[in-house]
């Protein structure tokens, strides 16, 4: 059974950071390129960034240089540190893995930037 769990997220100021965290499991985590999105209020989900299991990383271009993904193939576990943060940075965000053609998604964290 795959599962994502998110921890982190929070309140942040203008300017902030905040980290995020996903622990995977019921997949073998190493091979699997892990995703997070973003959803905010009335907007479509959109792809925050990913990273291949080879560590190759992409980001959408609204937080290229704000946002870093990395994650741990030991600890199973993918992270999205996010620096600058700005309002329109307020989201919900899921952690994601596509497996054996599925999209499996974490419970979702608040991020929520505002002065």
């Known amino acids: 059974q795959v599962r994502l769990v998110e921890s982190g997220g929070g309140l942040a100021q203008p300017g902030g950071s905040l980290r995020l965290s996903c622990r995977a499991s019921?997949?073998?985590?190493?091979?699997?390129?892990m995703n997070w999105y973003r959803q905010s209020t009335g907007e479509q989900r959109e792809l925050v960034a990913s990273i291949e299991g080879n560590g190759s990383t992409n980001y959408a271009d609204s937080v290229k240089g704000r946002f870093t993904i990395s994650r741990d193939n030991v600890q199973w576990t993918v992270s999205l540190q996010m620096n600058n943060l700005k309002p329109e940075d307020t989201a919900a965000y899921y952690c994601?893995?596509?497996?054996?053609?599925?999209?499996?998604w974490g419970q979702g964290t608040l991020v929520t930037v505002s002065s």
């Open positions: 994601n893995v596509r497996y054996r053609g599925l999209p499996y």
């Open positions: 019921g997949i073998n985590f190493r091979l699997y390129t």
